[in-house]
């Protein structure tokens, strides 16, 4: 090659014989010369050989051009130019650094372009002017247009190497900010065309790449080696990471197939199995029925006794043989029971002052606790456990990082307002725009989010602004507040909205142009059009473009049909001054946003206060209702407790003045129970101020009925006084109230050991609320109706009991009212029928199956937008942010202090570029985007750490320090004491660790983004870095992502276990299992939808819970009866199965709720079960059928009028309340549990009884015949 060039007289020849080899070592160009557009300069035109570079410029062309540094190193650019490359090279750096092979391709294409000594081979110049330098009056050649010549297999190799790149600040592909346009759109070709042109605000001239591998006009194009993604550069660095790179992660993971269906037939498993179930039943259980009948219709019936006798059945159902051994306990215990509650009873109409006195002195003492009441508001406190594990985890982010902020979000659409088309100029597809990025309606936007910035509060006499209290990243540096707005595009400002480049003819670009590129690079400075405006938002961090536009398809935002704006509000830990400073400017955003008109807009909103607001509002609307609820309930009592024998004594008979002392009792107990536990301290919950009065006052009415109804049903015997009677009627059933009272007190304390805190609460309140009613019952109640019986006894008028009434001869005598009537000679009789009850058997048993079939169909959660008013705004919102929003809550990674991060296997297994693990922190959680629909997750996570790294390469302008005083200094400092922090050094360029990794990690989390650096990490990581107080280590950290939309209860749950498994994954992936610190995920919502995680377990353990203290409590009181218990725990269970079977048709879900409701359904169905339980042990009847129709005859009218009709008519009124959650969880539960108890209760178990219930106690028939031989009595015992 130097023969070729060596003698300038054999020039033409040599070009002639050896043209390639003497054009190879031409340059095309060398220094700058004249300023092209945006202050840039062209290069100077220059066709000699290549010219040694000054020693001044060995340290660039070491740090861009390694390649170029032999010999007296000859090239075609000078120094100026290094430096200018050096500085253009500044963006790509900071994003496409963290892959080295990426990198290392990239500049060998503007290496080659800028400095190779064979330009001339693939350079072109097209166009050129002249240019007379002002110092040296010499006249140059300006290069302004170039074609340069590339390798298709070099371009593709490059872009394959660099196309999985990410940006990890942005969660976007490093492509999508470096293309001009998405980064799936982006390809080889359209990428260096875009870098190349000057348009982009980088190139100062346009260069024209022309793609080949083959010589073209003369010309060969540069072809030089890549380094594919997987391969390491040199020794030092290694391949790119796996989230930088698919070919050094190997196939993409696939997500587990989805659970098969169980399916039989074709058909849900669980209908086949329990519909075949229950035709075998049938099968079996009519088979033997009509066994048994035909053999007793053989052999014991004659041709003229009706078959549906009972005397059928009197072989069979008659207990015959000797009392077991219980017999004799069960006798004695229940007359212990007997002369206790007969003598207890006795003293309270005989000292009926005393007890009254007594009562109301205990009920004034617990009452008073009221005054240290605390009523629990807060959702966290409702809905989470103290000790629950998404509870620590908050208090953990909380103490840590600061509390999620406050959000206020608006929802704008733009209905009367057309989508419009942009035509791009000069070239280019028309792109389509929704309604809402209309520039009219953008401004009218703007317009409202200005106002809504300059809202004012009133708190403590002091203004307070949204200045005051909004998140502020870059504060005190920069004070602007976070506002989360598309608006933000263009610095909030409607100068910079109308801005436009063109001529008179054609407008070049607009806020189209800006908002194209602007969605595609957020964290920009510089949108490289001929705008050159930033994209960052005024506070310093970017607006991500899937936060700000909704109801777009894919990720053609364009097309979006909403706009979202949100502004974040600083919230406040401890602090109630500071929040409740907040909460007073959210007030008056609340009032300003409902009140704001514009024709053109309409607005969807909530602020962070709402639901709270909305949820009070609720409760004093409904108020209302269930005031009226409770006085239907109220009034029936104080009227169906009286007996009206004639017109004449209806003053008389009357007992309205003692159904309402009845139902100040229940109120009492209520009012004590919750002055005990505001004592101890206890807050109350909405949930325990709804449900407890209505389940104390089924609970103490029905002992109401029961112990008024049957002493009115009573006789008294002869040289019986009034207070042995009364003490006889309370010896006969208070042990039946004790028996219901009891199981419930006892099944809800245990219930208190439920870990969820709305059922916890209830529970305790219920259980104690439930017990002193019983107390008051048998002590205050028995002396208000002994000194009514007195009343009655002399003929006085209720309430105006110092008047008499008119005497009318017949006293006051033992009598049956209508209703017990009917249940004795009517209903009884035909339930018990021999064709009846096996109807009845039937029925409930498909009734039961079907409810198991749906039993798994139950859905879990409870819906945002039930809770809320019908007519609420939030309701609205709710519904948008279903249709338009895509992208769910943020939620972080927390790696909990204690891990090592200076260390280089610390650092491997956390960051995710080149040289970390395939499976480490960030790696993890980029993976599990990949799998969105499956995780959940919908986005790579921002990484702190990963970014530090780049921010800190000595290639990168970012990390530099004054030499003197060794203080940060900012890249957009222009001083050349401004030094690297590290050396340009094969250590230099190795991550930091040690003492390295701690010294410059503050000045990192303190640096700003601007237009030299974007990799700053104030904005986007000041709170997401714990520094340990003495600087020598870091503490806590997140890595934060975003979850998927997520509409309903089900997509939160499952949004909330995929996260807590990928954590999991991660923890154990890192070898941290075990040691005292791990990752954990924190997002706003899981502290309220933890409980749905443990949800079926809960209703397990709550409902066996209660069941077993029922059974085990029945036991006892029952008089060791364990058949007798079995069968009414049986009973209950088939109520709360059947609860599952009316939930499913209902649509109401499993949740705190419905929880808390279910527990209490095990309650009342105590009252509907036990009372007929107890008498048909306690009955002494000769057959089961005899037993089961006299219990229901006395038992059941009193049931059914002191529960059942109390109820229903409370229940009614509930139906017209405005709260969904009311008609929803209380009018719809409540019905249910009332008619299936009343169901169960009053047919099911009767009839289950007549058939497998517990053998008489010959012990007590006998006991009783000894007690009544000889009196009139005796004959009645078998009524």
Same mark, same amino acid.
């Given at each position: 090659?130097?023969?070729?060039?060596?003698?300038?007289?054999?020039?033409?020849?040599?070009?002639?014989?050896?043209?390639?080899?003497?054009?190879?070592?031409?340059?095309?160009?060398?220094?700058?010369?004249?300023?092209?557009?945006?202050?840039?300069?062209?290069?100077?035109?220059?066709?000699?050989?290549?010219?040694?570079?000054?020693?001044?410029?060995?340290?660039?062309?070491?740090?861009?051009?390694?390649?170029?540094?032999?010999?007296?190193?000859?090239?075609?650019?000078?120094?100026?130019?290094?430096?200018?490359?050096?500085?253009?090279?500044?963006?790509?750096?900071?994003?496409?650094?963290?892959?080295?092979?990426?990198?290392?391709?990239?500049?060998?294409?503007?290496?080659?372009?800028?400095?190779?000594?064979?330009?001339?081979?693939?350079?072109?110049?097209?166009?050129?002017?002249?240019?007379?330098?002002?110092?040296?009056?010499?006249?140059?050649?300006?290069?302004?247009?170039?074609?340069?010549?590339?390798?298709?297999?070099?371009?593709?190799?490059?872009?394959?190497?660099?196309?999985?790149?990410?940006?990890?600040?942005?969660?976007?592909?490093?492509?999508?900010?470096?293309?001009?346009?998405?980064?799936?759109?982006?390809?080889?070709?359209?990428?260096?065309?875009?870098?190349?042109?000057?348009?982009?605000?980088?190139?100062?001239?346009?260069?024209?790449?022309?793609?080949?591998?083959?010589?073209? @006009?003369?010309?060969?194009?540069?072809?030089?080696?890549?380094?594919?993604?997987?391969?390491?550069?040199?020794?030092?660095?290694?391949?790119?990471?796996?989230?930088?790179?698919?070919?050094?992660?190997?196939?993409?993971?696939?997500?587990?197939?989805?659970?098969?269906?169980?399916?039989?037939?074709?058909?849900?498993?669980?209908? =086949?199995?329990?519909?075949?179930?229950?035709?075998?039943?049938?099968?079996?259980?009519?088979?033997?029925?009509?066994?048994?009948?035909?053999?007793?219709?053989?052999?014991?019936?004659?041709?003229?006794?009706?078959?549906?006798?009972?005397?059928?059945?009197?072989?069979?159902?008659?207990?015959?043989?000797?009392?077991?051994?219980?017999?004799?306990?069960?006798?004695?215990?229940?007359?212990?029971?007997?002369?206790?509650?007969?003598?207890?009873?006795?003293?309270?109409?005989?000292?009926?002052?005393?007890?009254?006195?007594?009562?109301?002195?205990?009920?004034?003492?617990?009452?008073?606790?009221? =005054?240290? =009441?605390?009523?629990?508001?807060?959702? =966290?406190?409702?809905?989470?456990?103290?000790?629950?594990?998404?509870?620590?985890?908050?208090?953990?982010?909380?103490?840590?990082?600061?509390?999620?902020?406050?959000?206020?979000?608006?929802?704008?659409?733009?209905?009367?307002?057309?989508?419009?088309?942009?035509?791009?100029?000069?070239?280019?597809?028309?792109?389509?725009?929704?309604?809402?990025?209309?520039?009219?309606?953008?401004?009218?936007?703007?317009?409202?989010?200005?106002?809504?910035?300059?809202?004012?509060?009133?708190?403590?006499?002091?203004?307070?602004?949204?200045?005051?209290?909004?998140?502020?990243?870059?504060?005190?540096?920069?004070?602007?507040?976070?506002?989360?707005?598309?608006?933000?595009?263009?610095?909030?400002?409607?100068?910079?909205?109308?801005?436009?480049?063109?001529?008179?003819?054609?407008?070049?670009?607009?806020?189209?142009?800006?908002?194209?590129?602007?969605? @595609?690079?957020?964290?920009?400075?510089?949108?490289?059009?001929?705008?050159?405006?930033?994209?960052?938002?005024?506070?310093?961090?970017?607006?991500?473009?899937?936060?700000?536009?909704?109801?777009?398809?894919?990720?053609?935002?364009?097309?979006?049909?909403?706009?979202?704006?949100?502004?974040?509000?600083?919230?406040?830990?401890?602090?109630?001054?500071?929040?409740?400073?907040?909460?007073?400017?959210?007030?008056?955003?609340?009032?300003?946003?409902?009140?704001?008109?514009?024709?053109?807009?309409?607005?969807?909103?909530?602020?962070?206060?709402?639901?709270?607001?909305?949820?009070?509002?609720?409760?004093?609307?409904?108020?209302?209702?269930?005031?009226?609820?409770?006085?239907?309930?109220?009034?029936?009592?104080?009227?169906?407790?009286?007996?009206?024998?004639?017109?004449?004594?209806?003053?008389?008979?009357?007992?309205?003045?003692?159904?309402?002392?009845?139902?100040?009792?229940?109120?009492?107990?209520?009012?004590?129970?919750?002055?005990?536990?505001?004592?101890?301290?206890?807050?109350?919950?909405?949930?325990?101020?709804?449900?407890?009065?209505?389940?104390?006052?089924?609970?103490?009415?029905?002992?109401?009925?029961?112990?008024?109804?049957?002493?009115?049903?009573?006789?008294?015997?002869?040289?019986?006084?009034?207070?042995?009677?009364?003490?006889?009627?309370?010896?006969?059933?208070?042990?039946?109230?004790?028996?219901?009272?009891?199981?419930?007190?006892?099944?809800?304390?245990?219930?208190?050991?439920?870990?969820?805190?709305?059922?916890?609460?209830?529970?305790?309140?219920?259980?104690?609320? /439930?017990?002193?009613?019983?107390?008051?019952?048998?002590?205050?109640?028995?002396?208000?109706?002994?000194?009514?019986?007195?009343?009655?006894?002399?003929?006085?008028?209720?309430?105006?009991?110092?008047?008499?009434?008119?005497?009318?001869?017949?006293?006051?005598?033992?009598?049956?009212?209508?209703?017990?009537?009917?249940?004795?000679?009517?209903?009884?009789?035909?339930?018990?029928?021999?064709?009846?009850?096996?109807?009845?058997?039937?029925?409930?048993?498909?009734?039961?199956?079907?409810?198991?079939?749906?039993?798994?169909?139950?859905?879990?959660?409870?819906?945002?937008?039930?809770?809320?008013?019908?007519?609420?705004?939030?309701?609205?919102?709710?519904?948008?942010? %279903?249709?338009?929003?895509?992208?769910?809550?943020?939620?972080?990674?927390?790696?909990?202090?204690?891990?090592?991060?200076?260390?280089?296997?610390?650092?491997?297994?956390?960051?995710?570029?080149?040289?970390?693990?395939?499976?480490?922190?960030?790696?993890?959680?980029?993976?599990?985007?990949?799998?969105?629909?499956?995780?959940?997750?919908?986005?790579?996570?921002?990484?702190?750490?990963?970014?530090?790294?780049?921010?800190?390469?000595?290639?990168?302008?970012?990390?530099?320090?004054?030499?003197?005083?060794?203080?940060?200094?900012?890249?957009?400092?222009?001083?050349?004491?401004?030094?690297?922090?590290?050396?340009?050094?094969?250590?230099?360029?190795?991550?930091?660790?040690?003492?390295?990794?701690?010294?410059?990690?503050?000045?990192?989390?303190?640096?700003?983004?601007?237009?030299?650096?974007?990799?700053?990490?104030?904005?986007?990581?000041? %709170?997401?870095?714990?520094?340990?107080?003495?600087?020598?280590?870091?503490?806590?950290?997140?890595?934060?992502?975003?979850?998927?939309?997520?509409?309903?209860?089900?997509?939160?749950?499952?949004?909330?276990?995929?996260?807590?498994? /990928?954590?999991?994954?991660?923890?154990?992936?890192?070898?941290?299992?075990?040691?005292?610190?791990?990752?954990?995920?924190?997002?706003?919502?899981?502290?309220?939808?933890?409980?749905?995680?443990?949800?079926?377990?809960?209703?397990?353990?709550?409902?066996?819970?209660?069941?077993?203290?029922?059974?085990?409590?029945?036991?006892?009181?029952?008089?060791?009866?364990?058949?007798?218990?079995?069968?009414?725990?049986?009973?209950?269970?088939? /109520?709360?199965?059947?609860?599952?079977?009316?939930?499913?048709?209902?649509?109401?879900?499993?949740?705190?709720?419905?929880?808390?409701?279910?527990?209490?359904?095990?309650?009342?169905?105590?009252?509907?079960?036990?009372?007929?339980?107890?008498?048909?042990?306690?009955?002494?009847?000769? %057959?089961?059928?005899?037993?089961?129709?006299?219990?229901?005859?006395?038992?059941?009218?009193?049931?059914?009028?002191?529960?059942?009709?109390?109820?229903?008519?409370?229940?009614?009124?509930?139906?017209?309340?405005?709260?969904?959650?009311?008609?929803?969880?209380?009018?719809?539960?409540?019905?249910?549990? /009332?008619?299936?108890?009343?169901?169960?209760?009053?047919?099911?178990?009767?009839?289950?009884?007549?058939?497998?219930?517990? %053998?008489?106690?010959?012990?007590?028939?006998?006991?009783?015949?000894?007690?009544?031989?000889?009196?009139?009595?005796?004959?009645?015992?078998?009524?």
């Amino acid at each position: 090659m130097r023969a070729c060039g060596s003698a300038p007289g054999l020039v033409l020849l040599l070009l002639y014989f050896c043209p390639v080899q003497v054009f190879s070592q031409n340059c095309t160009w060398y220094g700058e010369c004249g300023i092209a557009s945006g202050g840039k300069r062209y290069n100077c035109k220059y066709s000699g050989l290549p010219i040694p570079l000054p020693e001044a410029g060995y340290d660039l062309v070491q740090e861009l051009c390694p390649g170029f540094f032999f010999d007296n190193v000859s090239l075609c650019c000078d120094v100026q130019q290094l430096q200018t490359l050096k500085d253009n090279l500044q963006l790509p750096l900071q994003f496409l650094s963290r892959c080295p092979s990426c990198f290392y391709n990239l500049m060998n294409l503007f290496c080659e372009l800028t400095c190779s000594p064979r330009q001339s081979q693939f350079l072109n110049v097209t166009a050129t002017e002249d240019y007379v330098d002002p110092v040296t009056n010499q006249t140059k050649t300006n290069v302004k247009e170039l074609e340069y010549y590339i390798g298709d297999s070099f371009a593709n190799a490059m872009y394959n190497a660099c196309r999985d790149v990410e940006a990890p600040s942005s969660n976007e592909k490093a492509l999508g900010l470096l293309c001009g346009k998405n980064a799936e759109a982006c390809n080889a070709t359209n990428w260096i065309e875009y870098m190349f042109n000057k348009d982009n605000g980088q190139a100062p001239f346009t260069i024209t790449p022309i793609f080949s591998d083959l010589p073209v @006009r003369g010309m060969e194009p540069m072809n030089n080696a890549t380094k594919g993604c997987d391969e390491p550069v040199d020794g030092v660095t290694g391949p790119c990471s796996c989230q930088d790179c698919s070919l050094t992660c190997g196939p993409k993971p696939q997500p587990p197939p989805p659970p098969a269906p169980w399916i039989i037939f074709g058909l849900d498993a669980m209908y =086949v199995i329990m519909w075949i179930t229950y035709m075998a039943f049938l099968l079996v259980f009519f088979g033997a029925f009509f066994a048994v009948w035909c053999y007793r219709k053989r052999y014991f019936v004659s041709e003229y006794t009706p078959i549906d006798s009972n005397i059928a059945f009197s072989v069979n159902a008659s207990d015959q043989g000797e009392a077991s051994c219980c017999d004799p306990l069960s006798v004695a215990f229940e007359g212990c029971l007997r002369r206790l509650f007969t003598q207890w009873g006795s003293f309270c109409f005989r000292n009926p002052g005393c007890v009254i006195f007594f009562s109301l002195v205990f009920i004034g003492v617990c009452s008073s606790g009221l =005054v240290f =009441v605390q009523v629990t508001t807060n959702p =966290v406190d409702l809905w989470s456990a103290p000790s629950s594990q998404a509870r620590l985890e908050k208090e953990y982010f909380d103490t840590h990082f600061g509390p999620f902020f406050r959000t206020e979000q608006l929802i704008i659409r733009a209905p009367r307002t057309v989508p419009h088309v942009y035509k791009p100029y000069p070239s280019g597809a028309d792109v389509p725009f929704g309604s809402p990025l209309d520039i009219g309606i953008l401004h009218q936007v703007l317009d409202l989010q200005t106002a809504i910035e300059n809202i004012t509060a009133s708190y403590n006499n002091q203004t307070v602004t949204l200045q005051d209290i909004c998140l502020a990243p870059l504060s005190p540096y920069n004070n602007n507040c976070t506002i989360m707005s598309v608006l933000n595009y263009f610095q909030n400002s409607h100068s910079m909205l109308d801005r436009t480049e063109g001529d008179d003819f054609f407008v070049y670009a607009d806020y189209h142009t800006h908002f194209l590129y602007c969605v @595609r690079a957020p964290a920009s400075l510089n949108d490289t059009s001929v705008l050159h405006d930033p994209c960052l938002g005024t506070f310093g961090g970017p607006v991500f473009p899937w936060l700000v536009l909704g109801g777009y398809d894919d990720q053609n935002y364009n097309n979006a049909t909403a706009l979202v704006i949100t502004f974040p509000v600083n919230n406040y830990y401890n602090d109630t001054e500071k929040l409740q400073r907040a909460q007073a400017w959210e007030r008056e955003f609340i009032n300003f946003v409902k009140n704001y008109e514009n024709p053109n807009l309409t607005i969807s909103f909530v602020a962070e206060r709402s639901i709270e607001d909305e949820l009070d509002r609720e409760s004093n609307s409904d108020v209302f209702t269930v005031v009226i609820s409770y006085a239907v309930m109220f009034l029936y009592i104080a009227i169906a407790l009286g007996h009206i024998r004639s017109c004449r004594r209806l003053l008389v008979d009357s007992k309205i003045s003692l159904g309402i002392a009845g139902i100040l009792i229940v109120l009492s107990s209520v009012a004590c129970s919750l002055g005990i536990f505001s004592y101890l301290g206890m807050p109350l919950t909405l949930i325990v101020i709804e449900v407890i009065p209505f389940l104390v006052l089924a609970v103490g009415v029905d002992n109401i009925f029961i112990l008024v109804q049957t002493y009115q049903r009573d006789e008294r015997l002869l040289e019986e006084t009034l207070d042995q009677q009364l003490g006889r009627v309370l010896g006969e059933v208070a042990p039946s109230m004790f028996l219901s009272s009891f199981s419930e007190t006892v099944a809800f304390f245990l219930g208190g050991l439920s870990m969820m805190p709305a059922v916890h609460t209830f529970s305790l309140f219920a259980g104690m609320a /439930v017990f002193i009613d019983f107390l008051l019952q048998i002590t205050c109640f028995v002396s208000l109706l002994g000194l009514d019986i007195k009343r009655q006894e002399k003929n006085r008028l209720d309430i105006l009991c110092c008047v008499r009434g008119p005497e009318d001869g017949t006293g006051v005598q033992a009598s049956e009212n209508c209703l017990f009537r009917f249940f004795k000679n009517s209903y009884s009789p035909l339930l018990l029928k021999d064709w009846m009850r096996p109807i009845v058997v039937a029925v409930f048993v498909g009734l039961l199956s079907f409810s198991i079939a749906v039993l798994n169909k139950v859905e879990i959660g409870l819906d945002q937008a039930l809770s809320m008013p019908d007519d609420s705004y939030v309701v609205d919102y709710f519904q948008s942010l %279903s249709r338009y929003l895509h992208a769910g809550p943020p939620v972080y990674f927390v790696l909990e202090q204690g891990h090592d991060y200076t260390s280089l296997e610390g650092q491997n297994v956390v960051c995710g570029g080149m040289g970390c693990n395939n499976n480490s922190l960030v790696q993890q959680i980029f993976s599990a985007a990949e799998l969105d629909n499956y995780t959940r997750i919908g986005f790579a996570p921002s990484s702190w750490i990963d970014d530090y790294f780049d921010w800190i390469k000595p290639q990168s302008s970012c990390c530099r320090v004054y030499n003197t005083t060794k203080q940060f200094c900012n890249a957009s400092v222009v001083d050349p004491s401004c030094v690297r922090c590290r050396p340009l050094t094969p250590k230099g360029k190795q991550r930091p660790q040690g003492e390295d990794f701690m010294k410059f990690l503050p000045l990192f989390l303190s640096d700003n983004p601007n237009p030299k650096c974007g990799k700053g990490g104030h904005a986007a990581y000041s %709170s997401a870095v714990n520094i340990l107080g003495n600087g020598t280590g870091v503490g806590a950290t997140y890595f934060m992502t975003y979850h998927t939309v997520l509409k309903t209860s089900a997509d939160f749950i499952d949004a909330m276990r995929k996260a807590h498994l /990928v954590a999991s994954n991660i923890t154990e992936a890192m070898g941290i299992k075990g040691k005292n610190y791990r990752v954990f995920p924190y997002s706003v919502f899981y502290v309220f939808y933890e409980q749905y995680l443990t949800i079926v377990d809960d209703t397990v353990f709550n409902l066996g819970v209660s069941l077993g203290a029922i059974f085990l409590v029945a036991v006892v009181l029952l008089g060791c009866e364990l058949w007798a218990a079995v069968l009414m725990c049986a009973t209950i269970a088939m /109520v709360l199965v059947n609860m599952f079977g009316a939930m499913w048709l209902w649509g109401i879900s499993l949740n705190a709720v419905s929880l808390v409701n279910l527990v209490m359904s095990c309650g009342i169905s105590v009252e509907f079960c036990s009372h007929i339980t107890r008498a048909f042990t306690m009955s002494t009847k000769g %057959s089961r059928v005899q037993r089961a129709e006299e219990a229901l005859s006395h038992m059941g009218s009193s049931v059914f009028s002191g529960i059942t009709l109390t109820k229903f008519g409370g229940i009614v009124v509930l139906a017209f309340a405005k709260s969904q959650i009311f008609q929803i969880f209380y009018f719809r539960m409540y019905l249910a549990m /009332v008619l299936l108890g009343a169901t169960h209760g009053l047919i099911f178990l009767p009839v289950l009884l007549s058939y497998i219930g517990p %053998s008489i106690n010959k012990a007590r028939c006998s006991t009783i015949q000894e007690r009544y031989k000889g009196a009139e009595r005796e004959r009645l015992l078998n009524f």
